[in-house]
């Protein structure tokens, strides 16, 4: 049993980091609900607007997502995060103010997808950048499991939440409860102690030390495998998070109360592994379960477009369940591995290096999806997203991970591993 040397302050910090966090991601939930069906029932989307609209959601990690990583390294990380969740808050309350004003329009809701998406990047470089300062390596993957809990509790609970209020007053109005989310958090945030800030000492130019953590990343044996493996997912989460709305309106019959609750099954599947995770770590390793996570998330993509009526229902929810608790174990398992293994004068770069891989395949799977979903209709095209899911064990099976039982902090005994054909 591992014993932790963290401080009273330490572990202040951490829950009111903590509280901040799960504020937030309880907002955004709902949000997660309450903007897409804003655009399917209020302004009458296709399906390639819905890809429009997710590919504006995270198209930031593409255009910033690299110098992101060496620009949070320059600013103190609590003003950071609070700016950020302050634009945020202002982005998503302009549109029920359109709205009142009857001025609202699908180009704004892009727009404001895109100014959140840009918040996004930074405030997430920064966000996971903290963590490590607060938090003794021995207790990171515990920790790391408790912010994936709360992140699945959130998703459990917000598009429940959100579904019944879109229900009672509206997509629309439902928006301002993410904008009062942010608010809180950056209040939060500001309550903590700055961390101690101490810019890079060296005058390596911004391109130098993008250069410098993307070489880390992408030669190293076990981060640049997971990295791919983690791209091949979310290319199919931004599928998916284009056309799940406008396949339960309008493929499945579901009301908006449903609709809520059906995605919230996300939100049970990511609680079950994360709660999992770390004591399923210590039994069979972490390089196992990083495995076992992405061959689990195929089988969940499968079932999620199956049936019609109430079988669609139970299947969508099912598969939703085992999707994401196999993506939350490969993604917890990772995360924490970056942290550990990764000098901390690079953390910051190599976490705004594979968001900028990894996250920037999202926009293009939602854009993908859906074309797809215009040219051979919505389920077909989940299908498809489903065919791709299984590139993601076989990106990790091709590479040194699946000889390892955890992952190795030093990674040269994974290079001398490399040639052998023993059992994983």
């Known amino acids: 049993m591992h014993t932790t040397t963290e401080r009273p302050t330490d572990r202040r910090m951490f829950w009111t980091y903590w509280s901040a966090s799960a504020t937030s991601s309880l907002g955004t939930a709902v949000t ?18 819905m890809g429009l609209i997710a590919a504006a959601s995270f198209v ?11 620009i949070v390294q320059r ?14 808050a202002a982005a998503i309350a302009s549109v029920p103010l359109a709205w009142w004003l009857d001025v609202l329009t699908l180009g704004r809701l892009i727009a404001v997808a895109l100014i959140i998406s840009f918040a996004d990047v930074v405030f997430d470089v920064a966000n996971f950048t903290f963590l490590p300062r607060v938090v003794p390596k021995e207790a990171l993957q515990a920790r790391n499991s408790l912010m994936s809990g709360t992140h699945a509790a959130s998703q459990l609970g917000g598009p429940s939440v959100g579904g019944v209020a879109v229900q009672l007053l509206g997509a629309v109005p439902t928006l301002l409860l993410d904008a009062v989310s942010y ?13 101690p800030h101490e810019p890079p000492a060296d005058t390596a130019s911004v391109r130098e030390r993008i250069r410098q953590g993307w ?14 493996d983690a791209t091949a997912a979310n290319f199919v989460c931004g599928g998916q998070m284009a056309l799940f709305a406008i396949y339960l309106v309008r493929e499945i019959d579901a009301p908006a109360g449903l609709v809520g609750f059906l995605l919230a099954a996300e939100g049970v599947g990511s609680l079950v592994g ?18 076992a996570g992405s061959a689990v998330s195929v089988l969940g993509a499968f079932v999620i477009p199956l049936g019609t009526g109430v079988p669609a229902y139970v299947a969508f929810a099912l598969g939703n369940v085992v999707f994401a608790l196999g993506v939350v174990v490969l993604s917890t398992t990772t995360r924490t591995y970056r942290q550990v293994a990764t000098p901390p004068d690079l953390l910051s770069r190599v976490m705004a290096t594979v968001r900028f891989v990894s996250w920037g395949a999202i926009p293009f799977g939602g854009l993908a999806a859906g074309l797809l979903g215009e040219w051979i209709g919505v389920r077909e095209a989940l299908f ?37 054909r023993s059992p994983a």
């Open 183 to 195: 608010v809180a958090s950056a209040l939060l945030l500001r309550s903590l102690p700055a961390v």
């Open 75 to 88: 600013l103190p990380l609590r003003g950071t995060q609070v700016a950020m969740d302050l634009a945020r």
């Open 384 to 420: 498809v997203l489903a065919a791709l899911t299984v590139l993601s064990p076989l990106i990790l099976l091709a590479s040194p991970v699946r000889h390892l039982r955890d992952f190795p902090e030093d990674a040269e005994p994974v290079r001398a591993r490399r040639p052998a």
């Open 32 to 49: 997660s609900i309450a903007l897409p069906l804003t655009a399917v029932l209020v302004l009458h989307a296709t399906p390639f607007q």
């Open 215 to 228: 070489a880390f990343v992408s030669r190293h044996p076990v981060m640049g495998p997971c990295m791919w």
């Open 60 to 70: 930031a990690w593409l255009v910033i997502g690299l110098p992101s990583g060496a």
């Open 274 to 291: 994360a709660a999992l995770v770390t004591p399923l770590v210590r039994r069979f390793g972490s390089a196992r379960m990083c495995l």
